[in-house]
């Protein structure tokens, strides 16, 4: 029976060897490797993976073409619902998606969904089911502010309908957190990231980079000046937050987002480019999340002693299993149950250690996760001479500072409904910029949703 073939097992790099090296840890099935990995699925009347899908690929679908060899058809049933399946297939936490679904899950191992995709994507038969040169230009033009995984989604479905459509990057780069967060050694930038924003570009979309939304140009002016009948703000969450504890203005702390732009995007690891780097012989890495796991992760390969301290347990952290698995084979320190309350500093302004208490769990609070509580008295001192804070993001408040009637939360959210419509008329948000810090699937949704919901609005003034 299909179900008795063991998962199939994915070829990764040596721990103690990619440990100190920035290439990609899972070098991921090749196609006969793939084919028996979808030979495993049992192709559910009801699939649950589906459902599980924040953007309902037709999972059991696609594989059962990989299961026919059929690579190309493949693709282009992915391509209904994603336009990048080679960096979902390496970043989405399919433990808690499609494969926490599946029903061989239950007994055994789940269906490598993750790795399949990947696979899938990686092969590109025919450009994953693009078609530039079929496109019928519709005469109507859409902006986009921000080139991370919603804005790229909403400009390609809008280019594939006809419009016109322009990116507008802060950056000097495009593709958001997958090019300034994710570290090279989970997704490869010009390989992986670089191929999908060409193809967002073969499209038709046109890239204009170092352009700052809310400073070089205004909601109001791309709608009222440069004719864009619709804008769509994808522009993140990228301002870091803190802990508000003593001694976090000491040279030596660091935000994550600053960490890993200065290491990723700012290419800091490499000798060949002049960024300064600092990880310092003991880096403490304060959070649980992805974003702390890429952060020690790095903070190892440039040569720290790299330690997690996460006020949770083991059984909270937010991160994605395999990050954690991958950064305990890497030789991480994990200290769970551990919370900082001061940084500590040398005569020179310099991070010497921290100052941390212990912590046991309470009561779930309103996320269901339970709180923790400091042990009294428990305060003890870590050694170290770099502290990274990796607590979380909210989006950036310039944007909407910037453009009248454009409601916010009270933690800087854009308010949007479920298609991205925003209080203003003819402006649409989505990703991380609605939601706050959340995943490349569902900001790739909701560039996706907002799409069609622009295309619709633009047609209906058109009667
Ligand atoms: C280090 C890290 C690791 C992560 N790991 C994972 C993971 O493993 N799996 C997962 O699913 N998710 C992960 N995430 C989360 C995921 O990357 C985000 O949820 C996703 O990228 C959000 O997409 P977005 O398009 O909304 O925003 P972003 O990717 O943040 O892109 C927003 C873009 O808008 C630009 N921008 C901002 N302000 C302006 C402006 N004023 N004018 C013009 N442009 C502007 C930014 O420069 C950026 O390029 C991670 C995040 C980080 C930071």
Redesign the pocket.
């Known amino acids: 029976m299909a179900n008795k073939i063991p998962r199939v097992p994915v070829r990764e790099q040596d721990p103690a060897v990619r440990a100190t090296n920035f290439e990609e840890v899972c070098y991921g099935y090749d196609k006969e490797e793939a084919m028996l990995e979808a030979s495993r699925c049992l192709n559910c009347k009801k699939p649950r993976c589906v459902e599980a899908c924040p953007v309902n690929i037709r999972i059991p679908d696609f594989i059962s073409r990989l299961v026919a060899g059929d690579v190309e058809s493949a693709a282009a049933i992915i391509a209904e619902d994603s336009s990048l399946p080679s960096v ?1 297939g390496r ?3 399919q433990e808690t998606q499609c494969e926490g679904a599946c029903i061989l899950g239950i007994k055994g191992e789940p269906v490598a969904i993750g790795k399949l995709e990947r696979f899938v994507g990686d092969s590109k038969p025919g450009g994953s089911g693009t078609v530039p040169n079929g496109i019928v230009r519709n005469g109507h033009k859409v902006a986009v ?8 989604a909403c400009a390609s479905d809008l280019a594939k309908m006809g419009y016109e459509v322009k990116i ?4 000097h780069e ?9 570290p090279e050694f ?1 997704l490869p930038k010009k390989a992986v990231v670089g191929r999908e924003i060409d193809e967002v570009r073969r499209l038709g979309v046109e890239i204009e980079t170092d ?5 070089t140009v205004t909601v109001d002016s791309l709608m009222d000046d440069e004719g864009y009948e619709a804008v769509f703000i ?5 301002l870091p937050r803190f802990m508000g504890i003593d001694g976090e203005n000491l040279n030596g702390v660091f935000s ?2 600053e960490f ?1 732009t200065r290491a990723n995007l700012m290419r800091a690891y490499d000798e060949h480019y002049d960024t300064p780097i600092y990880a310092g012989r003991k880096a403490v890495i304060v959070g649980g999340g ?2 702390a796991m ?2 020690v992760r790095t903070a190892k390969r440039l040569g720290a002693e790299a330690v997690i301290v996460y006020r949770r347990s083991e059984k909270e952290l937010p991160a ?1 299993a395999e ?1 954690v698995h991958h950064a305990k084979e890497e030789g991480i320190e994990f200290r769970m149950l551990t919370n900082p309350v001061r940084i500590l500093g040398d005569e020179n302004g310099r991070v010497r250690g921290i100052e941390c208490v212990e912590m046991e769990l309470g009561e779930p609070d309103e996320s269901g996760r339970r709180s923790p509580i400091e042990k009294e008295g428990s305060n003890f001192e870590i050694e170290c001479d770099v502290v990274i804070m990796a607590l979380g ?1 909210s989006p ?1 408040p ?2 909407a500072s910037a453009t009248d009637g454009l409601e916010t939360t009270r933690r800087g959210c854009i308010v949007a409904d479920e298609y991205g419509a925003t209080s203003r008329e003819g402006v649409f948000a ?4 609605v939601t706050g ?7 790739m949704g ?2 996706r949703k907002a799409a069609a919901a622009i295309d619709g609005y633009i047609r209906a003034k058109e009667r």
């Open positions: 979902c970043v989405c936490p502010i921000g080139s991370g995984p919603s804005g790229l507008f990057e802060a950056l495009a593709g958001g957190v997958l090019v300034y967060g994710i989970r352009v700052i939304a809310g400073r994808g522009s993140g969450a990228g994550a987002n890993l992805n974003v890429d952060a994605r990050e993001t950036n310039l944007i989505g990703g991380d910029a810090a959340a995943t490349v699937i569902l900001a909701a560039g």
